[in-house]
Structure formats: C-alpha cells, structure tokens
C-alpha cells in the first residue's frame, strides 16, 4: 500500500548498506504542520515494504515530531514479528523519517 512517489511532498531516505536496501518517504505535511498523506519508493527486501507500508498509514494526521516518536515496538506486533536478520527494516524507516523535514 502507498508505494509511489508523492510530487512536491518533503523527504527521507533510508538506507542499509549490508544489503543495498534504499527507502524514500515522502510526506505532504500541511499548513497545520501535519502529515496530510505519506507514501513510499523501496528497492528493499519484504520486511522493509511491509515495515513502510504499514508505518506511512501510521503518520497520516501526525505532527513530525509526533511521527518521529512512532512505536516500533507497536509496528513490530501489528507485523507478527520480524525476524532478527530482517529487523533493520525498522532501522531504515525510522532514518528515513529522521531525514524527513519540512
């Protein structure tokens, strides 16, 4: 879900070096400060997308400071687990959210 590029938006990249994985968050924050709508670009493995996917849908309506204080404990539940080799997933998302600015 949300994978696609978002015009105009703010930005944010991740990036995990040991395997190659890249993630760019794109968010359209508006004049209230708030993440009108996020989405995704991904060159990375499952985990990575399913981590992003289900972390974009987390920040609509989110401040950036409130979005930067996103549960990862909470996102890990909502996925089942993730694997210890997959959980730089989470690591990739949270830079690339770190990146993003206004």
Do not use: M, W
């Not at 703010?10 to 995990?16: A, K, P, W």
């Not at 409130?66 to 990739?92: C, F, M, N, T, V």
């Amino acid at each position: 879900h949300n994978h696609r590029a978002l015009p105009g938006a703010s930005t944010g990249e991740g990036r995990y070096p040991r395997c190659g994985d890249v993630l760019k968050l794109y968010l359209d924050i508006d004049t209230d400060g708030r993440i009108a709508e996020a989405t995704f670009k991904a060159r990375a493995c499952a985990p990575v997308r399913a981590v992003a996917s289900l972390g974009v849908q987390k920040l609509t309506g989110l401040t950036l400071d409130e979005a930067r204080e996103l549960s990862i404990l909470e996102l890990d539940r909502e996925l089942g687990g993730l694997p210890p080799s997959k959980r730089h997933a989470y690591i990739i998302f949270l830079e690339a959210l770190s990146r993003a600015s206004n």
